[in-house]
């Protein structure tokens, strides 16, 4: 990305390239039957909002989670399009997308993930830092974290919410 941003052509064609079957699988494990046509529209669509949007990436941050930021809008967009639109019979979680959203991925794919996501983590006051943690990606409760933060429940989720928040800002802001 580095290299594409300062206008090297091939190596921007080999990004786009490198991305495209990332890309593709991301939506594959997200769509359900009535929309799996639609995967390559999406890659086609999160290709094109990479390019229109690729001076707004930051390279002190995770390329792929700022490409996953683009994708998982675009597949938002594409669900809410589709709940309004001429499938609104089929039935569409969208009150509950984190199930739909959930990436089940190889390992390799994983570990990448991961160090990406401590990556974004360590830009964060190490109080936010460890309830993301804690509620996101261990899993605990709320009430849990509270407890073991000597925090409300209240000041936890406030912490979460503004941590997101900052972690969504050092993105661009989403897709």
Same mark, same amino acid.
């Given at each position: 990305m580095l290299s594409a941003l300062d206008g090297d052509g091939p190596a921007y064609r080999a990004l786009l390239e490198a991305l495209t079957p990332r890309l593709r699988t991301y939506f594959q494990r997200r769509l359900f039957? @009535?929309?799996a046509a639609q995967t390559d529209d999406l890659v086609q669509d +999160? !290709? =094109?909002a990479i390019h229109n %949007? %690729?001076? +707004?990436f930051d390279p002190a941050l995770p390329l792929? #989670?700022?490409v996953h930021a683009? #994708? %998982?809008h675009k597949l938002i967009d594409t669900l809410r399009r589709e709940r309004r639109g001429a499938r609104a019979g089929l &039935? !569409? &979680?969208l009150d509950d997308l984190a199930d739909l959203l959930a990436d089940p991925q190889p390992h390799a794919a994983q570990a990448e993930d991961r160090r990406d996501v401590e990556t974004l983590l360590a830009a964060l006051p190490a109080r936010s830092r460890d309830v993301i943690t804690k509620v996101r990606l261990e899993g605990k409760t709320l009430a849990e +974290?509270? #407890?073991e933060t000597g925090l409300s429940v209240a000041s936890v989720k406030v912490i979460i919410h503004r @941590? =997101? #928040?900052a972690l969504k800002n050092r993105l661009g802001g989403g897709a």
């Open positions: 039957d @009535g929309l +999160t !290709l =094109l %949007r %690729r001076l +707004t792929l #989670a700022w683009i #994708a %998982r &039935p !569409l &979680p +974290t509270a #407890a @941590g =997101l #928040a």
